[in-house]
């Protein structure tokens, strides 16, 4: 089991580097193509277009069919396109580009709660959560000055090549080493192959609240994610290299806070504290804390106190991320892979929103104060949905 687990983090790690590198080499593409930020705002959100209209039905293959051959064949195709992104240089070629990228890309976090639901017990589902979750933020925290460095040495398009050759390297590893699906588990099982409950998935209070808030909670985290190099060489005035390390920063702290959320959740449990404590304290601390630090970045003219106010937002923000995911199991652990499709994709049409409307607001505006001030509001926001609504009890 510890194989199929460390390379569901290594596949989270993929997936964001995948992610991220267009966000690295956006200052140049725009150089190259003459493009400004209203047009690479565009680029940014054919990915998750193409990401949130696949989410649900390859939530569905991964409760089927089981995660292992599910999850090989979306690494395959997002890697393919994340290789042939730099052959695209019109502004629709690479938007269709980047949105076969997204589609590629939605079988990843299906597959990994269905492995999550059906082999790890729920006293360790929120670690287990924490840690493979944490493979996103090692992706940012390896892409942004790898990715930078791979830009300086050998140009832009060189980045979409290096990384999408790594996904050739992780199939090659997942079919090897991945524990199969087990009869029984997944695919052959009796409940996996009954009718979808789609009535309580989509409106159980529950279900409602957790894909709301998880909107909430992923606004800000794309809008940093696609928009953080740009920000820190607009606004701070950062060099190529400064960047990369500023950017990977933040990432870090999320990742141990993703490991540091987990951990506690499950150790409470196993303490004796209810499930609705465990869990939904961190995601009220996590997401109410990240929301205010965010208003700190409207003073602040310092730029390694921005990143250091970044920073810290960042790791607040990952308290909540593994609770999202593992309440997911916990309402749902037969149809957790279906759950889990549907607060994603809500979470991200955020993503697709942040990174077009920041791109139009930076345009308009030609500051980063309303950028700022919504990422904020939406971040609290995701609170005051969450308070009334969650809780972590079965819904079927």
């Known amino acids: 089991m510890l194989p199929t687990i460390a390379l569901c983090f290594f596949s989270n790690t993929l997936c964001f580097l995948d992610r991220i590198n267009i966000s690295i080499a956006a200052p140049f593409i725009m150089a190259a193509y003459g493009w400004n930020e ?15 209209l696949f989410m649900i039905p390859t939530g569905i293959l991964a409760d089927r069919y089981g995660a292992r051959k599910v999850l090989a064949s979306g690494v395959a195709g997002w ?12 502004i629709w070629t690479m938007s269709l580009c980047r949105f076969l990228v997204g589609t590629g890309q939605g079988v990843n976090f299906p597959s990994i709660s269905n492995v999550v639901a059906r082999r790890v017990p729920l006293a360790h589902r929120a670690k287990a959560q924490g840690f493979t979750l944490s493979g996103i933020t090692v ?10 460095w791979i830009i ?6 060189a980045i979409f090549y290096v990384f999408g050759l790594l996904g050739i390297v992780w199939i090659f590893l997942w079919l090897r080493f991945a524990q199969p699906d087990a009869p029984g588990s997944a695919a052959s099982s009796d409940h996996v192959r009954a009718p979808i409950p789609w009535k309580p998935l ?7 609240g957790l894909t709301l808030s998880y909107f909430c909670h992923n606004y800000a985290s794309y809008l940093f994610l696609v928009w953080l190099p740009t920000y820190l060489i607009q606004v701070h005035h950062f060099s190529l290299a ?12 999320a990742g141990v806070f993703m490991n540091v959320s987990g951990w506690l959740s499950d150790h409470l449990i196993r303490r004796g504290v209810s499930r609705e404590i465990s869990r939904k304290l961190l995601l009220y601390l996590g997401m109410g804390v990240s929301g205010l630090l965010l208003l700190g970045l409207l003073w602040i003219e310092n730029a390694y106190l921005a990143v250091a106010l970044v920073t810290v937002s960042s790791a607040f923000k990952a308290v909540s991320t593994p609770v999202y995911w593992t309440l997911a199991v916990d309402m749902a652990p037969r149809h957790s892979g279906i759950l889990s499709s549907i607060m994603n994709t809500s979470g991200n049409v955020a993503g697709f929103s942040a990174s077009a409307v920041t791109g139009w607001m930076l345009t308009y505006y030609a500051s980063w104060d309303p950028v700022l001030i919504v990422a904020s509001g939406i971040t609290l926001m995701g609170v005051v949905v969450a308070v009334p609504t969650i809780r972590s009890s079965e819904i079927l």
């Open 152 to 157: 300086r040495v050998w140009g832009w398009p």
């Open 79 to 90: 890697s393919l396109f994340t290789f042939l992104t730099p052959f695209f240089s019109g």
């Open 202 to 208: 989509f409106t159980h209070p529950s279900s409602i």
């Open 242 to 253: 400064g960047t990369g390390v500023g950017a990977a920063i933040p990432a870090l702290a």
């Open 38 to 52: 209203t047009r690479m705002g565009l680029v940014f959100s054919a990915f998750f277009a193409g990401y949130v």
């Open 139 to 148: 992706g940012s925290v390896l892409g942004f000055p790898l990715g930078s």
